[in-house]
Antibody, heavy 117, light 111 residues
Framework: EVQLVQSGGGLVQPGESLRLSCAAS????????MSWVRQAPGKGLEWVAS????????YYVDSVKGRFTISRDNPKNLLYLQMNSLRAEDTAVYYC??????????WGQGTPVTVSS | QSALTQPPSASGSPGQSVTISCTGA?????????VSWYQQHPGKAPKLLIY???KRPSGVPDRFSGSKSGNTASLTVSGLQAEDEADYYC???????????FGGGTNLTVL
């Protein structure tokens, strides 16, 4: 079964760090781009970051550039999102997603991140 | 970059058809045929309905169809069913630097 299983997330204070993980199974992880998408409470979807199949290129939405890092471990079929200097406006449910045919066709279950003092 | 523009709400009766629009610009929807549509039920992860403007992944009913004209993409849901009540999001590739953009979402109500 093709699936993405997420872990990490939780409650942190402003300025702190958090790392999200996403374990892929059922497909050749190293052959596809991957991305992170977030959804603030009661709001719409927002693309956060994407990473090329071999990890050589990463792209970010402007609001997280310099603070978030997307990475992947292809031998372990793992995708990561390292989030530093977290702000209240980063509070959201974070989804990892597989990019295929210029769309996100498989999504993780989502993991909530709350930034609050 | 501003989000793609969708109507906040849409509605229709069972069996009817509803079309949801997604308006962008000549730099995104107008330039690339990489528009996708997602369905999201409350508390659930989004589900891909349409990719590359009008293609359906396997398992998605043919009641869902997509199209594009100029800078506007559209999703049509035909033969509305109760389970179609959900939020719908469009997305477009916007180029190498900004990469992807989503619409603000449309809440579809089946009356």
């Amino acid at each position: 079964e093709v699936q993405l299983v997420q872990s990490g997330g939780g409650l942190v204070q402003p300025g702190e760090s958090l790392r999200l993980s996403c374990a892929a199974s059922g497909f050749t992880f190293s052959s596809l781009w991957m991305s992170w998408v977030r959804q603030a409470p009661g709001k719409g979807l927002e693309w956060v970051a994407s990473i090329k199949l071999d990890g050589s290129e990463q792209y970010y939405v402007d609001s997280v550039k310099g603070r978030f890092t997307i990475s992947r471990d292809n031998p372990k079929n793992l995708l990561y999102l390292q989030m530093n200097s977290l702000r209240a406006e980063d509070t959201a449910v974070y989804y990892c997603a597989r990019e295929n045919n210029w769309a996100r066709d498989i999504w993780g279950q989502g993991t909530p991140v709350t930034v609050s003092s | 970059q501003s989000a793609l523009t969708q109507p906040p709400s849409a509605s229709g009766s069972p069996g009817q058809s509803v079309t949801i629009s997604c308006t962008g610009a000549s730099s995104d929807i107008g330039r690339y045929n990489f528009v996708s549509w997602y369905q999201q039920h409350p508390g659930k992860a989004p589900k891909l309905l349409i990719y590359e403007v009008s293609k359906r992944p396997s398992g998605v009913p043919d009641r869902f169809s997509g199209s594009k004209s100029g800078n506007t993409a559209s999703l049509t849901v035909s033969g509305l069913q109760a389970e179609d009540e959900a939020d719908y999001y469009c997305s477009s590739y916007v180029g190498r630097n900004d990469h992807w953009m989503f619409g603000g979402g449309t809440n579809l109500t089946v009356l």
